[in-house]
């Protein structure tokens, strides 16, 4: 059930708006530095939008979820995780 709630959390990350705050800031650092640890090359998770950079971020909430490094919302973390790198990326 909560692999299914995490998933679920997860392919909503983009979709939200930033209603619900991430309660620790360092989780969400967490998220954008794994993103672009997984995805070295920044023009290319750039270019591919709003899609690319949630199914990004998704995986990386998921599997930090998975391991206990995100204690508050995943689904809020993964939010603003999105924001920043979608930030970064001009927009």
């Known amino acids: 059930m909560k692999l299914a709630l995490l998933i679920g959390a ?3 990350t983009l ?3 930033a209603a619900f705050a991430a309660e620790n800031p360092a989780e969400v650092a967490a ?5 672009k640890a997984a995805n070295p090359d920044n023009a290319a998770l750039c270019k591919s ?4 950079i949630s199914a990004a971020v998704s995986a990386q909430v998921r599997t930090l979820a998975m391991g206990g490094k995100i ?4 689904q ?9 790198i ?3 990326c001009g927009g």
């Open 10 to 12: 997860a392919v909503l």
């Open 86 to 88: 979608g930030k970064g």
């Open 71 to 74: 204690k508050g919302n995943p």
């Open 76 to 84: 809020a973390v993964g939010a603003e995780a999105g924001q920043q």
């Open 15 to 17: 979709s939200m708006p």
């Open 31 to 35: 998220v954008v530095a794994a993103t």
């Open 49 to 52: 939008g709003p899609t690319g």
